[in-house]
Nanobody
């Protein structure tokens, strides 16, 4: 059974940092590229970052480029998103997923990030 468990969110001041984690199980994690998405209050869910299955290729949305870093450890079935220089506009629920899983309609519970002074 596929399971994605996001954690690491919280309340942080503008300019602060957080490290989000996503623990995956129930599928061949090392075979899939992994994505992070976010959904802000009253907004559609948007793509944030992608990392290839071997971790060698990464890509970011323009809104987070230079501030966020995606990484993974296939031995731990875990993908991370390091959030630096946070802005109030980064306030959102953050989710990880893989394309093939997303296509099935499954999403984890997400982790909430609030950037506020």
């Amino acid at each position: 059974q596929v399971q994605l468990v996001e954690s690491g969110g919280g309340l942080v001041q503008p300019g602060g940092s957080l490290r989000l984690s996503c623990a995956a199980s129930g599928f061949a994690f090392s075979s899939y590229a992994m994505d992070w998405y976010r959904q802000g209050p009253g907004k559609e869910r948007e793509w944030v970052a992608t990392i290839s299955n071997n971790g060698r290729l990464v890509s970011y949305a323009d809104s987070v480029k230079g501030r966020f870093t995606i990484s993974r450890d296939n031995a731990k079935n875990t993908v991370w998103l390091q959030l630096n220089s946070l802005k109030p506009a980064d306030t959102a629920d953050y989710y990880c997923n893989a394309a093939t899983i997303k296509a099935s309609g499954y999403w984890g519970q997400g982790t909430q990030v609030t950037v506020s002074s």
